[in-house]
């Protein structure tokens, strides 16, 4: 059974940092590339970030480009997303999910992932 867990959200004030943590198992996670997306309240789902299958290549959304950085660990099947210099506008629940191949295909919509993590909240306020 493939199964994605986030956890490390929380309440972070503006300009702070935090480390989002996406624990995988089911299948085999080094082959996958990864994806991170969120959704603020009331409004849609938004894609964040993704790596490729070996960690050699990231992309970014361009309003978390500087800010956040992806990363992942083979040896424990998990990827993670530190959030820097947090803005209010990052508040939302932020999922990660698995591509359907080893690269990042910037054509893949939303559908094309086909497991998810049931999310973390995040919360910027001061």
């Known amino acids: 059974e493939v199964r994605l867990v986030e956890s490390g959200g929380g309440s972070v004030q503006p300009g702070g940092s935090l480390t989002l943590s996406c624990a995988t198992s089911?299948?085999?996670?080094?082959?996958?590339?990864m994806n991170w997306l969120r959704q603020a309240p009331g409004k849609e789902l938004e894609w964040v970030s993704a790596?490729?299958?070996?960690?050699?290549?990231?992309y970014y959304a361009d309003a978390v480009k500087g800010r956040f950085i992806v990363s992942r660990e083979n040896t424990k099947n998990t990827v993670y997303l530190q959030l820097n210099n947090v803005e209010t506008e990052d508040t939302g629940i932020y999922y990660c999910?698995?591509?359907?191949?080893?690269?990042?295909?910037?054509?893949?919509?939303?559908?094309?992932?086909?497991?998810w993590g049931p999310g973390t909240q995040v919360t910027v306020s001061s």
């Open positions: 999910a698995k591509g359907p191949a080893s690269y990042y295909n910037a054509g893949d919509s939303f559908s094309d992932f086909p497991y």
């Open positions: 089911g299948f085999f996670f080094r082959h996958y590339a």
């Open positions: 790596i490729n299958s070996e960690g050699r290549y990231t």
